[in-house]
Every structure is written in structure tokens, then in C-alpha cells.
């Protein structure tokens, strides 16, 4: 091959392969992208309209997702692991952002967002869980966070308020039990949700995983000893809960307290939609009162949400970078809002009158809690530590192992993991 | 075979070769490349996820691994599970087989139907057979509460061993049937005139089946066997399906562990030396059946 070809041939591939970064002003989107973001394929097909639209001479792909986020999570390694550029824009788990962003795996945004206007709209706690090393690289989109769904019905009926502390739900559980056949039901099952139920609990106690820098194990304290201990003897002890918790899936769950069996649910933002479905048993019976709390602490809940991320493999940065800017667009979140079930992580939005107006005890709630949140801990080998807490904590749920002595291994077993 | 003497005889022999070689080809890109990249990846500590930070580390993940209590337990758990399903899919795919075997009208759609487990995605069956495991509102709970036969709901999926159990009765209805039209075909390669034999001689249901069906069997018995057991040793999806290896890791086996490893942690250099020795615990077994069971995969019968 003669020199200039050469030349020629290997600018041609610099600039096209290119180093992973903003996408240059100026440029207009076009050509191909493929987007993987959620189960609201309806909604997202109209919005693909409307970008297409914008932009001509681009065309978006909407690949449906897996069912659950363990399997889409172990999709997107796979892909990434293979340097897979067939997918452009994806929704990422909050939980998995740090994961991705250290392999280099997602695309930096900051560049590509007005920052500000960022900080202003969105959730603090949903901008964080987007964040890696102070850099974003995931656009939060929608929120997420677990709520303590109840039935009004029942207690009202039996002149009992909503609790205010897990004692007091123990108690009501057992008070009203036959009434219904389970008190407290909840996917603990092994996996995101034991960890993020658990996390519920310790937190709610004042107790914590890592260390504020995320350097230090802290574990094994009595706080976190008593929160394990309450998630055991809700099922061992006080029989409020079923052994069942511990293989339920978040909708396997959902559809006891849905079908009318269970008197308290401990789920995720979803599960409103399908209580107040037109369908449900338990329409207009539903009630979402303040997380109960530990004696003397505040309450707490657990954030969730998914971000829109760009594959650094991407061969269409521009175009996936200005489809992610136009979904993250007030008026595309506002349409979302409501041809979607889910919540979303512009809270400017989230907190407009139009929308709050059509769902008072949801939106409130929703408001609520998200102020509260606690994050799951942020580390690119979360995967581990939360398979520590399966093969540790779990047994002692299944009233097989003793409290103490399952943390401190599980600590040692966490230590080990974000020090290899 | 002859040593080819003629031209013609190696001329032949040539083509053997030359027409094998596509097919060579093939297994060596989609079979022996990979093992060979997993055995080299196995010596290394690599985190998909962190590729930088890899780096060698000769047979020390097999060091590791002898000491890895999970592991160990895991092969205890394999061993548990390919047990109880070989044994459940041989005893009812003889059974299966023998009934099949009889005449009856309606013989053909049975035939044809009791392919339906097979042929089922894995994947379906596994989340339906959760189902009936349910602890709230699963089948076997709703029908045998009411029979009596169980006190009260059991959280099924909850509880050692009866997860154990669960898994290994959905594996059993999955492949009883491959078992059952092996054993089938088996049985009806066996000369009636033996049993027309046998009953002159008077010789009762029993003693025909030991005398003449098993020892016919012998061989079909053993490729059954094999095929099972291989089967049970590498199946994932029915045990992902079900419970992820849970409770407490008591339906974890080598494989569920090997994909924790590799697809939840990102170790792929200890994952690879877990598939690594799957890879040759599965062939020390095969071996051990299959020269225990004499058969000659080569075709032609020798005793």
C-alpha cells in the first residue's frame, strides 16, 4: 500500500474509532443508534417519532429489555466485555454505574448536559448514584425508591393508625392476623433485593456498609446486628412475615399484597400503579404512610432508578449523546410522566402541580421519601458484597445462623473484596 | 481396520481425511479454541471489568480453589443432584419405556406427547415449576394441603433439602422422555421370540425381565446413563430458573457457582479454572462409565 493510502487509511480509522469524549459541537445528529431502556416500549416508540422527527436522517432502534436487572446487568458485561458496539444508548441500574464508568465502559456526560441546570432539576441522591469519581455518566431518568404500601382499609376498620415504628407493625400484624393471611410482605430474595431490603433496615438503625469514603468496612456493628435481628424475628419470632419473603421476587411480592393477602408491602415506586389499577382488589384501599423507624432514628429509604448511559464502544456518539439530551427534556419527561407508569428523576417535574394533582397520596409519598434516601454502596464490586450478604446474612434470616457471628465473616468477606 | 496396502486403499483413506476436515475445522474453532482460551485465562487473576490490572499467575487459582470451601461444597451439592436425577429419569424412563413398549390404542399420540417436556424451553419449565413450588400460591401447596398429605403450606424454595427436591423433580420431568424413547427404542430391538421362549419355559413377569430385557439393555442402559449424567452435570438454566442456587447455596452446584464467578463478580480468570474443572471432573466420569459399561461407541457389539 502506498504511503499517502496508508496515511490516508489510518486517519480515516483515528478519527472514527477516536478516543472515548464529547461529542463535538455544531455536529448534527444522524445515521443509526440502537437504545435499550425499559418494559414502556409504547411510550418510547412515540418519543423515537418525535426525535426522528427532529432530526432527520436518524433512526432509533428500541430493543426491549430483560425482565429483571441481574439479567440485563450480566447482558450489558457481556456486551461490554466483548468491546460489542451494536448497542448505543442504554439504561443503566444506579447500582451498577460505578461498575461501568471504572472499566470505561460508559460514556463521560458532563460535557454533554448544562451541569447547572442538572444540579437544579434533578435529585441529589439520583445525580450521585449517576456519578463516578465526580464525573456524571449516567443521565438520571427515572427514580426509584422502596415505600411502605399498606392497607388503610384494614387498619382503619380496626381503629388502628399506621405505624410509626417497626415495633408498632409487629404489633398491628398481630394484632389483625387471619383477618388477612400475611403481615409483612417483601422480596428479600437473594440477590439487589436482600441487599437493598437489609440496607432499609440497617440504615434505619443508623447503620452502614462502608465508610463515608467507601474505604472502610463498618459492617459489623450492633446496629446493623439489630436490624438483621429484626428481619429474623419478623418470620422466626413474631411470625408477621412469611419464610416465603426470602425467594419472593419484587413482583412475586407485589402480586400477594395485590391479590389482597398481605396487610403491609415494603416495594418499589411501580407497585402503586398496579394497586391502583382499574382491575385491582385493592384499589382506593391503599395507603402509603412514612417508612416506620427505629426508636430514637430517622426514617430512611433506599434509592433505585436507572440512568440513560452512552456505550463508550458506541460508533455513534453524537447521535445516542443527543438522544439521551432530548429524552432527559422537560417536555419529553412530562410525556412520560404520564404515559408511563414509573417516576422520574427531574424533580422539578415530579413536584408540578399538574401532576401532583392527579395523584396526591403517590406523589406526596413519592416526594417524601426520595428526600430520604440512602444509597446501596457505590463500588464497581458491589456484585461481590452483595453475594457476601446472600452466603452470610441470608442464613441468618432463615433463622440458621447467629447475627453476630454472620456479620463479622461478612465483613471480613467484604473487606477482602474492595481491598483485592 | 486393515492397513491400507493398495494405492486405492490410501487414496480412500485421503479423502476420509479430506472430507473430515471441514468438520474439524468447525469443532476446533467453536470447541477446542475456547477451552484452550479458558485454560489460558485460568492462569491469570482478570476482572473483566478492570482488564488493566490483570495478571499472571501460573496453577495458583487451582491452588486457591482446593481451598475454596464453596467449592468444594459445590461439587458435594453436583454430586447430590446429578445422583437423584439419573437415578429418577432411568427408573421412570424403563418404566415409561416398558409401558410404551406394550400395545394399546392411542400408543402414537402418547408416544408423541410425552415429548412435550423435552422439547419445552428450559427457562419456561423452570419458572413454571417455581410456581408450583410457590409457597403462597404455588400448585403442589394447593393440592396437597387440601389432600392432607402436607399439614400446612411449605415454603418449598425455602428450606433444605426441599429445594433440593423441587429442582431435581423439574429436572426429572424434563428429561425422562429423551431417557424413555432411548430405553424404547432399546427394548424393541430385543427378538420376541426370547420371551415366547422364556413363557414356554415358564418363566414368570419378573424373571423374563431379569433374564432376558436387562441384560439386553445393558447397552442402551449405559448410553442412557451417560447422556443423562453428562446432561445433569452441566445443566444451569432449570437451577437458575428455580432458586439461583439458593437457599443458602444447597442447590449451588459447579456450574451455578462457576456462572456467580464469572458473570457476577467479573473474575474471569478464577471462573475460568472452576469451568476448567468442571470440564475435567465431567470427562473423568464419562471415561469411568464408559469403559465400566464396555460399550463400543464404535459400532459392532463386543462383550
Redesign the interface.
Known sequence: MRVHTLAFVLLVAAATLGAPGSPEAGQAPKGKITAMLNSEMAAYTELIKQFTAKYPGTSVELLPAPATSVVRR?RY??M??AKDKSLDVLLTNCIDTS??A??Q?IMELGNALDMKTVRENYYAANIESGTWRGKLYSVPHTADALHLYYRKDLLDQAGLKPPADWDELIKIAQKLKGVV??GL?ASW???NQFMSQYVLYAAGNGGSILSKDGKTVVLDSPENEQALQLMTDMIHKYGVA???N???TVD?AR??FN?G?ALFNVSWDYAWGNYQAADSPIKDKVGMPPMPVFPGKAPVSVLGGWGLAVNNYSQNKDTAVAFVQFLSDPEQIRFLLKNTRQSYSNQKIMSESAYTATNPVYTRALARDYAITVSRPVT??L??IV?AF??YL??VV?N?APAKDALRAASNKTRSVISD | MRHPRSRFDQSRVRLGYVLLLPALLFITVVLVLPILQTIHMSSYVFR????AAARFVGLRNYFLLFEDQ?FLSSIATTVVFITGTTGGVLILGLTIALVMNLEFRGRGIVRSALLIPWVMPRIIVAKTWAWIF????GLANALLVPLGILGSNL?W???KPHAMIAVQIAYIWCNTPFAGLLLLAGLQSIDAELYEAAKIDGASVLQRFAAITLPALRPTIAITLIFTLLGAFKSFDLIFGM???????STETMMMYAY?VL????RFGYGSSIVVMIVILTSIVSVIFIKGAKVDLGGGART
Open positions: 450480566e458485561v457481556t461490554f466485555g461498575e461501568f471504572s472499566a465502559w393471611p400475611y410482605v430474595e437473594k440477590g412469611p419464610l416465603d426470602l425467594s419472593l412475586d402480586i400477594v391479590q393477602k464497581p464490586r456484585a461481590e453475594d446472600d452466603q441470608m442464613p432463615f440458621k | 473483566l471489568n478492570e482488564p464453596r410457590n409457597g403462597i400460591y415454603s424454595l425455602n428450606m432458586t439461583q442456587g439458593g437457599p443458602m447455596q456467580s458473570f457476577g463478580f467479573l
